[in-house]
């Protein structure tokens, strides 16, 4: 059965402090995709990443950054010099191709403190 | 932006009544789902739709029914309200079923007392 991991419950950083957010995920299939979501405090949930397993290409965009490494099972996801609007709950998620559903990890609450 | 509206927004309810909540898109996507958020569990689906007047269940179905008789509305009907059900209920909509992204709606936050 698929699984997704985020053993950080809750993360608390100073303004431009770097931090990386883990995720760890389960599952018996070959082909699988991971993605990561962002939960403002307003609530809504918003898409930032997709990755599929075949593609171990780290990712860069602007401050954020992925690593996917398959031999650990980990897809962490780094923000450099955090700002306070990074303030948010983090999901990571991960949908098999066995079934269709997305199964989200429980989020990391990022609190970034001026 | 995706083309997602969610209402009501927030509904307080009795236990034993029934409620349905309600998800209209204007993307024209096949692949329509209802999550619940509940502290310590991250997003659970609870039913989703590849199609007109075709749905399946997800992992926490109990008590809950779906319809979609038109491809931009799914509509979540809790059949008989319970504190249980307490909770966020979110809408998504995905263009494929695989490697694309969903598109989460604003969230409903429902209460039953």
């Known amino acids: 059965a698929q699984k997704v991991t985020q053993a950080q419950t809750e993360i608390s950083v100073v303004e431009k402090e770097d931090v990386t957010l883990d995720c760890v995920y389960e599952?018996?299939?070959?082909?699988?995709?991971l993605f990561w979501y962002k939960q403002p405090p307003s609530g809504e949930l918003v898409f930032l990443i997709r990755?599929?397993?075949?593609?171990?290409q780290n990712e860069i965009s602007g401050r954020y950054s992925w690593n996917f490494q398959k031999s650990t099972s980990s897809f962490n996801f780094t923000i450099t010099a955090s700002q306070v609007v990074d303030s948010a709950v983090y999901f990571c998620?991960?949908?098999?191709?066995?079934?269709?559903?997305?199964?989200f990890g429980e989020g990391t609450q990022l609190t970034v403190n001026p | 932006d995706a083309g997602i509206t969610q209402s009501p927004r927030h509904k307080v309810t009795e236990t034993g009544t029934p409620v349905t909540l309600r998800c209209h898109q204007t993307e024209n996507h096949r692949y329509m789902y209802w999550y619940r958020q509940d502290p310590g569990h991250g997003l659970r689906l609870i039913h989703y739709?590849?199609?007109?007047?075709?749905?399946d269940k997800g992992e926490v179905s109990d008590g809950y029914s779906v319809s979609r008789s038109k491809t931009e509305d799914f509509l979540l009907t809790l059949e008989s309200a319970t504190s249980s059900q307490t909770s966020v209920y979110f809408c998504?909509?995905?263009?494929?079923?695989?490697?694309?992204?969903?598109?989460f709606g604003q969230g409903t936050r429902l209460t039953v007392v």
């Open positions: 998620a991960l949908q098999e191709t066995s079934g269709s559903r997305l199964t």
């Open positions: 990755r599929n397993s075949f593609d171990e």
């Open positions: 998504a909509i995905s263009e494929e079923v695989f490697n694309t992204e969903a598109f």
């Open positions: 599952t018996r299939d070959t082909t699988y995709y």
């Open positions: 739709s590849y199609g007109v007047k075709d749905t």
